[in-house]
């Protein structure tokens, strides 16, 4: 596929111990899948100077061969197509049994450095040293030793509200904005790992935070929701929040309240990652509220950035954990397609919520499409990759 006029390869880290990739407009395998032998939830990061490296996380513990009981963050080289380099497993610094890496990674291209999050409740800063040499076809790389960041809280505990990163960090200027699993929102200097501000959002967080710069009033914004874990009454309801925070404080500046259901397997409330209007839709936010009011529902949510109040909203029946992803075309007009348990597949005209379009991919979509042109891409629990045309 090298040689082909616009080749784009899809890259997917699965749940079944593999790597796959595939040929964008056909689905053919481009190269044999990596097989890492361990779970992945989270989505892998590429390196952003275009360098041939994969970064990925394990999101259920496994015993290496030496016996330790972790689970471990890897750097694969696509040159060689194996694991350059790892850390993790137990983590002794770490202040929870469960070891994990659920969420996205990011490199500082500027100074070749590795920051993630992980469920195990640290925060990673690693200097990677990176020697890449695309003449020569060479890459290598010599990590300089973790730096670490935990917290705890007076609620936070092995048998009270747990503590870990589930989210992915949101990263400006010198902050990092990081939601968990107990409720608390944290800013973190990523220089100094200091903790800048904390602020309660309630309860157990999945979602990434969305971020907005007003660089003309010199503000920064965070819209990120909560789900239903530790605050559910004895028949499995409580309420949540989709809240919009100044980034610079942690001050809430609004919050929007909903009343969902959850049970030991399906956790309620805003478990994907609201996404920013552009073009026709600027102003406003689009977010999903699984199992509102109750077992199976699942509401998508148009907000008014400004003011939380609700523009539109549409009932898909069932509820999702998939992010919803936005479209534009030439003019600037924005298209949102969301996906949920069902299999559904939404196509939603962003500024109204009229549904211009539905198919069914057959089995649960938990993660989130990738979009490319006309293209998005995702997988199922159905054990199948995807690719549609818009």
């Known amino acids: 596929f090298k040689t082909k006029d616009g080749f784009t390869e899809v890259i997917y880290p699965a749940m079944d111990g593999n790597i796959y990739f595939l040929e964008l407009s056909t689905g053919k395998a481009t190269r044999d899948p990596i097989a890492l032998g361990v779970v992945t939830k989270g989505t892998a990061t590429l390196d952003p100077r275009g360098y041939p490296l994969l970064y990925t996380g394990q ?42 890496y659920d969420s996205s990674a990011m490199v500082d291209a500027q100074t070749d450095t590795l920051i993630v999050a992980g469920e195990n409740g640290l925060l990673y800063r690693v200097k990677l ?34 503590v870990g990163y589930e989210g992915s960090a949101v ?17 973190v200097n990523a220089n100094t790992m ?11 967080t999945n979602a990434t935070a969305a971020f907005e710069e007003d ?40 919050q929007k ?12 409330g805003i478990m994907s990652s609201a996404v920013l209007g552009e073009g026709n839709v600027e102003g406003m936010l689009f977010t999903t509220v699984a199992s509102y009011g109750g077992d199976d529902r699942g509401v998508i949510y148009a907000l008014d950035t400004q ?11 069932n509820y999702a954990w998939s992010s919803p ?15 949920n348990r069902k299999g559904n597949v939404y196509l939603l005209d962003g500024k109204t919520g009229a549904v211009l379009d539905t198919i069914n991919i057959e089995s649960n979509i938990e993660a989130s499409p990738a979009a490319y042109d006309n293209m998005i891409v995702v997988g199922t629990r159905g054990q199948r990759i995807y690719g549609i045309k818009l």
């Open 325 to 339: 992803v936005m479209l534009y075309d030439a003019a600037g007009s924005g298209y949102l397609v969301q996906c």
């Open 215 to 254: 660089i003309e009033n010199s503000r920064a914004y965070l819209y990120v929701g909560s789900t239903l874990d530790n605050k559910a009454d004895g028949n499995g309801y409580g309420p949540v929040a989709f809240f919009k925070l100044d980034a610079t404080t942690g001050e809430i500046i609004w």
């Open 171 to 187: 990263g400006w200027r010198e902050y990092l904005f990081l939601t968990e699993n107990s409720g608390l929102m944290h800013c």
């Open 257 to 268: 309240e909903f009343k969902v259901y959850t049970t030991k397997n399906v956790t309620g």
């Open 307 to 317: 003011t939380g109040d609700t523009v539109w909203e549409y009932d898909m029946g």
């Open 129 to 162: 040293n990176t020697q890449y040499d695309e003449a020569a076809g060479t890459l290598a790389m010599s990590p300089s030793r973790p730096v670490k960041y935990r917290y705890g809280a007076t609620r936070t505990g092995e048998n009270d509200y747990w």
């Open 194 to 204: 200091e903790t800048v501000w904390v602020q309660d959002i309630w309860d157990d």
């Open 59 to 100: 999101g259920i513990p496994s015993t290496s061969e030496e016996g330790t009981r972790g689970a471990w963050f890897r750097v694969v080289s696509l040159i060689e197509n194996k694991v350059l380099w790892s850390f993790g497993g137990r983590d002794p610094f770490s202040p929870r049994e469960w070891q994990a």
